[in-house]
């Protein structure tokens, strides 16, 4: 039988982790009980990944992790390590937005702009798994970010609109 | 809201995984987390250690073989979800996938994970029910198989013992022409369900029903089988009236408790429509 743990920390120690964000390879110390979202923001200064509601239901901290979409605030720091994480300001490129980023402006997909880059990252994990997803799928795919101002509409138009950019510039996620 | 303080084992086996579980009755398995961090972010419970099981290579297979699926304990519900294979042999396993949580929540949350926590109202639970499956658990004296209907003890409790965690969880195949779904009320997206109810059909070349397999959750202290709603449908043919018979018995059957979600007077009655409905789903396919 092997036994051979990988890491073991103890409640009061800190713990080194490597974490690759849009790109750039990052380490820090942190307490085991960190969160990714805490990570992120405080430790990193990716302040793109929202703090909503705290208990997992409104999806503002929501980034890609490892490719899929996760909810930042339920997730722990150390698990992301040696992980690649994808945020908000990991999207635009030499100054100019990504076509989901235009869609959600050309839209006007907000209001406040709260939720604004979970519903986009979530809209990247959604447009990566089905580029052309019916209004349905868009409903059901965003089923996990709340938005309290827009009513939803403009966010659904947004995301069939990134879709068809997405297209037309043979653009895949 | 921060978690309270604990400590961190990541592990690359399951035995390992149980030699620190059966030393330490405080420390908690760590996989998907997705009800975990809730639990710890309110400070519901403070484990000693939490031990992360995420690393360890091979759990994430859905194997679909000739006469039964197994499904590793790090299988994620989205994995369900977009397995055309299951949406063709046994749509209701999906279909239950897709209604947990959202996307994000799917994306990490393991079906392995949702049967240890035992929440009386997830939706794993009771297609696990339908579908006859049991549960492979790794422990200080090895492999054990817990069937399903043994599994679970009552609200967020198990039969797994001290040290013992999920390995694998194992269906059978039944031959034939087989029939399944599953419906969930719920109140609002992304919500446990108010009343989900499974059904696993499978019928003979004369349409008649011959046998017949009905799991419900959050109509009782615990996810159960309703026994006699199958009674009332092996041997017969799924006419309205034996439809609305067998829903009857599993409103019978069933013991709701009154909370957000609703009354359990409401609940009782919802356990009829959407078991009806259950029926009906399947035998459309």
């Known amino acids: 039988m092997v036994m051979s743990t990988t890491l073991k920390v103890g409640p009061e120690e800190r713990v080194r982790i ?39 239901h409104c999806g503002a901290c929501t980034v890609i992790m490892n490719g899929v979409s996760v909810k930042s605030c339920q997730v722990l720091a150390v698990q992301a390590d040696g992980a690649e994480i994808l945020t908000l300001e990991g999207l635009a490129k030499d100054g100019k937005l990504h076509p989901i980023q235009e869609a959600f402006w050309e839209k006007h997909a907000l ?63 | ?48 250690y939490l031990v992360d099981i995420n690393r360890v290579p091979n759990l994430s297979y859905i194997n679909i073989e000739r006469d039964r699926i197994r499904i590793g304990a790090l299988a994620r519900h989205h994995q369900f979800e977009i397995n055309k294979e ?25 079906m392995a994970g949702s049967l240890a926590h035992a929440d009386p109202a997830a939706d794993w639970p009771a297609t696990l029910i339908a579908f006859r499956a049991s549960i492979t658990a790794l422990g200080p004296s090895g492999e ?73 959750t959050a ?8 026994r006699e709603a199958e009674k009332a449908l092996i041997g017969r043919k799924p006419t309205s009236d034996v439809i609305e018979d067998a829903a009857e018995k599993a409103m019978r059957e069933s013991n709701p408790i009154s909370d957000i979600r609703g009354s359990s007077d409401y609940k009782r009655y919802m356990v009829k429509v959407i078991t009806k409905r259950a029926i009906n789903k399947a035998l459309s396919r």
């Open chain 2, 219 to 226: 109509a009782g202290p615990k996810p159960f089988r309703a």
């Open chain 1, 111 to 173: 209001q406040c702009g709260y939720c604004t880059p979970g519903m986009i990252m979530e809209t990247y994990f959604l447009l990566k798994e089905n580029p052309e997803p019916s209004e349905e799928e868009i409903r059901r795919g965003l089923a996990g970010n709340l938005c309290r101002c827009t009513g939803y509409q403009n966010i659904v138009d947004a995301v069939k609109l990134a879709s068809q950019k997405l297209k037309e510039l043979k653009m895949t996620l």
């Open chain 1, 18 to 56: 490597r974490v690759r964000v849009n790109g750039v390879w990052y380490e820090r110390d942190v307490e085991p009980r960190k969160l990714l979202v805490h990570f992120l923001r405080e430790d990193l200064g990716f302040t793109s990944v929202h703090v909503g509601c705290d208990t997992g």
């Open chain 2, 86 to 110: 299951l949406w063709s042999i046994y749509p209701a396993i999906p279909e239950t996938a897709m209604q947990i949580g959202d996307p994000q929540v799917r994306n990490l949350g393991t």
């Open chain 2, 144 to 216: 054990r198989v817990i069937p399903i209907d043994d599994f679970f003890t009552g609200p967020f409790s198990t039969a797994l013992g001290k040290g013992e965690v999920i390995k694998e969880i194992v269906i059978s195949r039944v031959e034939g022409n087989v029939k399944s779904a599953y419906v969930k009320l719920e109140r609002k997206a992304g919500d446990f369900a108010v009343v989900g109810v499974a059904v696993m059909l499978k019928l003979g070349g004369d349409g008649s029903i011959e046998d017949a397999s009905i799991g419900i």
């Open chain 2, 1 to 48: 809201m921060y978690p309270p303080k604990f400590g961190y084992v990541r592990v690359s086996s399951l035995e390992e995984a149980v030699n620190i579980l059966n030393s330490d009755e405080n420390a908690k398995v760590l996989a998907g987390g997705q009800s975990l961090m809730p639990l710890l972010k309110l400070r519901l419970i403070k484990p000693s």
